[in-house]
């Protein structure tokens, strides 16, 4: 029982792992889907806003299919005053603390597990 447990735990560890992939950009490219013959490349979709200290990244989908047809960086917007350091530290604190309610929910739920 106690195997099986961790057989569990592991196997969410990994869903975890996999559903975060599309986030990596590892699977963007020219790709043959279903139904669409070739892609038809939308409007940039923004991802991450850039902000006065970090770069954003934004994407491009097919109209037709909805596959990523092309991603981009988006540059530091440019030089930071004291408002646009703050609001980009409260930024920061922000998506920490999502991480870390993620993380515990994470832990939470292999606990229970074992």
Not at 1 to 9: D, E, Q, R
Not at 66 to 89: R, W
Not at 90 to 108: C, G, H, R, S, T
Request: proline letters at 4%; a negative charge; hydrophobic letters at 50%.
């Amino acid at each position: 029982m106690k195997n099986t447990k961790k057989y569990l735990a592991v196997l969410l560890a990994a869903v975890l792992l996999l559903a975060c992939l599309p986030m990596t950009g590892l699977f963007v490219g020219a790709a043959e889907v279903e139904g669409c013959e070739e892609h038809t490349p939308g409007d940039w979709i923004v991802d991450i806003p850039a902000t006065a200290v970090s770069e954003g990244s934004r994407h491009k989908e097919c109209e037709v299919c909805g596959f990523v047809t092309q991603t981009e960086v988006i540059p530091v917007l440019g030089e930071p005053g004291l408002q646009d350091s703050l609001i980009a530290l409260l930024e920061i604190i922000k998506n920490f603390a999502k991480l870390i309610v993620i993380i515990v929910i994470f832990f939470q739920q292999i606990k229970t597990l074992t």
